[in-house]
C-alpha cells in the first residue's frame, strides 16, 4: 500500500507541487494527501484517474507495484490545441476575466504571471496589495485570459 503513496509524493515533489496544492486540486484536505502518502490509506477509487491525470502519470503506474519508473513521455496522451495554447502562455503577464459567481477577489484587475498549468488548474503569481501570491485556480472558473499589455 505505501507503494502507490511513494509515487504520489516523489512525482508531486518532482512537479514542485506542495501536498496543500495537491489537495486543492482533489478537492480533498491536505490531511488525506498526506495519509495516501504516508500509505495508512488508499485513495478512493474515482480518485485515482484525477490523482493520475493531476501528476502526469498513468493509472498503472500507480497501481500496479511492479511499475517502478514514471515515464510521463510513455504517456499515450496527446495535448490538444487549447492545452498548446495554454501552455504557451507560462511565464507570460496575463490578466484573468472570471466566470459569474467565482470571481477571485485577490486577483480582480490584477496582473498575474502563468507559472504552469496542472491538470484543469492554472499556478499564477500576482503583486497585489496583500503582497505576493501564488494561486492555483480551476480552468473552469476562468471565463477569459487575456495577454497583459507591456507597461501593466
Known sequence: MDQMGNKIARRRKDLGMTQVSLADALAVTRQTVSRWEAG????DIDKIGD???ILGISCDYL???EIEECDPSAEKH??????GLLMEMKGKKVKLDFCEDEEDIDLLNAVCTV???EGNWI???AHTKKGDIEKLIPLSSIFSIEIAKEDE
Do not use: E, N, W, Y
Not at 40 to 43: G, N, S
Not at 78 to 83: D, H, I, W
Open 63 to 65: 497501481l500496479k507495484d
Open 78 to 83: 496527446v495535448p490538444s490545441a487549447v492545452s
Open 123 to 125: 499556478r499564477v503569481t
Open 115 to 117: 507559472a504552469g498549468f
Open 40 to 43: 495508512t490509506v488508499l485513495p
Open 51 to 53: 490523482i493520475a491525470r
